[in-house]
């Protein structure tokens, strides 16, 4: 976790006019998140339920196909899908990659309906409160975390530094950022899981309001949880997982494990403890997206 000093006016990227800029709301990029969707659906089915705000807003179903199958994803991760190579490779031509180039052609920022600023929003089985997700560290990303963290509190994962995961969706906008919300499961919808998502892209849209008048609200410290690595199940030869996650973990996210702490129960109902892998030294980490179901 580290907090950085916060510059007031580092949240417009250079050569944008954020006065002209429409705003892409994403939902669906995981077929089986269906709480986004479905505020979606019922916006258009009656306009006056959006969000109050004189931002011009697009909203887009990030995987149709995917939603309509229920999973996550057909051939490839969407979110997985944004890499400029993996576009620009004519011989790349899942599902999704095509999705992906569909969606920039529409409302990427050279697109035909251009957006310059992305939320995409998504759920999350984990215990994680609604939250953000940036990538990299780009300014007018973390002004607008920033923003949002000064007047909701919300805890930011900084994912970069991954050369496993790469191509997320928002990278390919100007600005933009993710918001999680769970814990829910996978294909179901609640309502406080709506109310959440709501609450959240509301407050993003206030920020960008804010940020358009010049008038946008920092707080001095902007407290950012950068990711580290990932961390498997412990696992047989084969593969097979070998335990689960230790019952005084799970809904623990943004509670910090320390080496020596249970993390996992094997097989056996042994605990097995957090020892910290090579690099990371013996301070507490913070686990995000712990027993995630994707
Ligand atoms: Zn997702």
Redesign the pocket.
């Known amino acids: 976790m580290v907090a950085a000093e916060v510059r007031a006016g580092a949240g417009q990227p250079e050569g944008t006019s954020p006065a002209k800029g429409k705003v892409l709301l994403v939902a669906g990029?995981?077929g089986n998140?269906l709480n986004a969707p479905w505020l979606f659906d019922a916006w258009q089915r009656d306009p006056s339920r959006r969000p109050a705000c004189d931002l011009e807003l697009v909203l887009a179903i990030g995987n149709p196909a995917a939603r309509a199958a229920g999973r996550r994803y057909l051939e490839r991760d969407l979110?997985r899908s944004f890499d400029p190579d993996r576009l620009a490779d004519a011989g790349s031509r899942e599902l999704e990659v095509d999705r992906a180039r569909q969606l920039l052609a529409d409302h990427g920022p050279a697109g035909a309906d251009p957006c310059l600023v992305a939320f995409d929003l998504?759920?999350?089985t984990a215990s994680m409160g609604n939250s953000l997700v940036v990538y990299g560290q780009r300014p007018a990303d973390l002004a607008l975390a920033a923003g949002l963290q000064g007047r909701l509190g919300l805890p930011i994962y900084l994912h970069e530094a991954d050369a496993v995961q790469t191509g997320y969706l928002v990278e390919r906008w100007p600005c933009g950022l993710v918001i999680e919300v769970g814990p829910v499961p996978q294909g179901v919808v609640q309502p406080a899981i709506l109310q959440q998502t709501r609450l959240a892209l509301e407050a993003a849209l206030a920020v960008l309001m804010e940020a358009r008048a010049g008038q946008l609200q920092l707080p001095r410290q902007l407290v950012l949880h950068h990711h580290l690595c990932s961390l498997d199940l412990p696992r047989h030869g084969d593969g097979a997982p070998r335990g689960v996650i230790h019952p005084r973990r799970q809904g623990r996210d943004w509670q910090p494990l320390h080496p020596g702490d249970p993390l996992f129960l094997s097989e056996a109902g042994e605990t097995l403890a957090y020892d910290p892998p090579a690099g990371l030294g013996l301070d507490p980490v913070w686990p995000v997206f712990i027993n995630e179901a994707a």
């Open positions: 990029t995981h998140e979110n998504h759920s999350t």
